[in-house]
Nanobody
Framework: QVQLVESGGGLVQPGGSLRLSCAASGIIFSMYAMGWYRQAPGKQRELVASITSGERTDYADSVKGRFTISRDNAKNTVYLQMNSLKPEDTAVYYC????????WGQGTQVTVSS
């Protein structure tokens, strides 16, 4: 059974930081590309950041220079370090694992508000 379990979301003031974690089980983690997506109310889900099995990274233009994705294959975990958070970053953040199959986590809420 494949599980992706996100954690680390919460309420933060503008300019603050959060680190999201996604712990994977039931897959050969090192063979999967991992990604973070987000979905704000009334909007489509969008890719925030991704990291390949070879650790090549890619970011949405809106988060470049503020967010950093990383992975620890020994811990089967992918991270999203989010700095300089803005109110428009408010969304549910989802972890994604993709190879020949694709899996999603349940999501974690991030709210940026004063």
């Amino acid at each position: 059974q494949v599980q992706l379990v996100e954690s680390g979301g919460g309420l933060v003031q503008p300019g603050g930081s959060l680190r999201l974690s996604c712990a994977a089980s039931g897959i050969i983690f090192s063979m999967y590309a991992m990604g973070w997506y987000r979905q704000a109310p009334g909007k489509q889900r969008e890719l925030v950041a991704s990291i390949t099995s070879g650790e090549r990274t890619d970011y949405a233009d809106s988060v470049k220079g503020r967010f950093t994705i990383s992975r620890d294959n020994a811990k089967n975990t992918v991270y999203l370090q989010m700095n300089s958070l803005k109110p428009e970053d408010t969304a549910v953040y989802y972890c994604n694992a993709r190879n020949f199959m694709e899996y999603w986590g349940q999501g974690t809420q991030v709210t940026v508000s004063s």
